[in-house]
T-cell receptor, first 113, second 116 residues
Framework: KQEVTQIPAALSVPEGENLVLNCSFT??????LQWFRQDPGKGLTSLLL?????REQTSGRLNASLDKSSGRSTLYIAASQPGDSATYLC????????????FGTGTRLQVTL | DTAVSQTPKYLVTQMGNDKSIKCEQN?????MYWYKQDSKKFLKIMFS???????INETVPNRFSPKSPDKAHLNLHINSLELGDSAVYFC???????????????FGQGTRLTVV
């Protein structure tokens, strides 16, 4: 059974700092891994999708890496801003099954002034 | 031009009532889903539908009955609501049922259900 864990559960950093969010999964048989952002009381916004054959994806100040063999992904946020404050979720799609994302427990990020 | 839209955004109701949440996607996707986010913020799949056909039912109580009138809509009807049903329910869609490496899921804004 696929399990996805995110560490840390919560993180507070001052504005301008670079930071790394971690995601680990127990079964490496995945099609891809998605990072989402969830703002309080709002829906999920897809940030980055990394295909299983890829090592990393970049979008603006965000860089996500994937090491499928070790079951790990990181989301790197450069030059953090208060507007980055949100909960970040990673999710994996296992191969060989009908589509069913397995989510991590999330990291709640607060960027302070 | 919201891709996946849910209504209502908030729903407060008493125990024992029956309620529905509606979901529509304008992405032309074949597959739609319902996910539940509990009080600990853990998201878990409930159902998936592909072209109006039920594919996944993750041991959800039969008080929950999804209905897909067409592939652009997936509604969730809940009978005899219980306190434990309080959660945020998310609708989502993707192009395909069986994913490829670049298949991406798109989520609605969520419906916060509170049962009192």
């Amino acid at each position: 059974k696929q399990e996805v864990t995110q560490i840390p559960a919560a993180l507070s950093v001052p504005e301008g700092e670079n930071l790394v969010l971690n995601c680990s999964f127990t079964d490496s048989a995945i099609y891809n891994l998605q990072w989402f952002r969830q703002d309080p009381g709002k829906g999920l916004t897809s940030l980055l999708l990394i295909q299983s054959s890829q090592r990393e994806q970049t979008s603006g100040r965000l860089n996500a890496s994937l090491d499928k063999s070790s079951g790990r992904s990181t989301l790197y946020i450069a030059a953090s801003q208060p507007g980055d404050s949100a909960t970040y979720l990673c999710a994996v799609q296992p191969t060989g099954t009908a589509s069913k994302l397995t989510f991590g427990t999330g990291t709640r990020l607060q960027v302070t002034l | 031009d919201t891709a996946v839209s849910q209504t209502p955004k908030y729903l407060v109701t008493q125990m024992g009532n029956d309620k529905s949440i509606k979901c529509e996607q304008n992405l032309g996707h074949d597959t739609m889903y319902w996910y539940k986010q509990d009080s600990k913020k853990f998201l878990k799949i409930m159902f998936s539908y592909n072209n109006k056909e039920l594919i996944i039912n993750e041991t959800v109580p039969n008080r929950f009955s999804p209905k897909s009138p067409d592939k652009a809509h997936l509604n969730l009807h809940i009978n005899s609501l219980e306190l434990g049903d309080s959660a945020v329910y998310f609708c989502a869609s993707s192009q395909d049922l069986y994913w490829t490496a670049n298949t991406e899921a798109f989520f609605g804004q969520g419906t916060r259900l509170t049962v009192v």
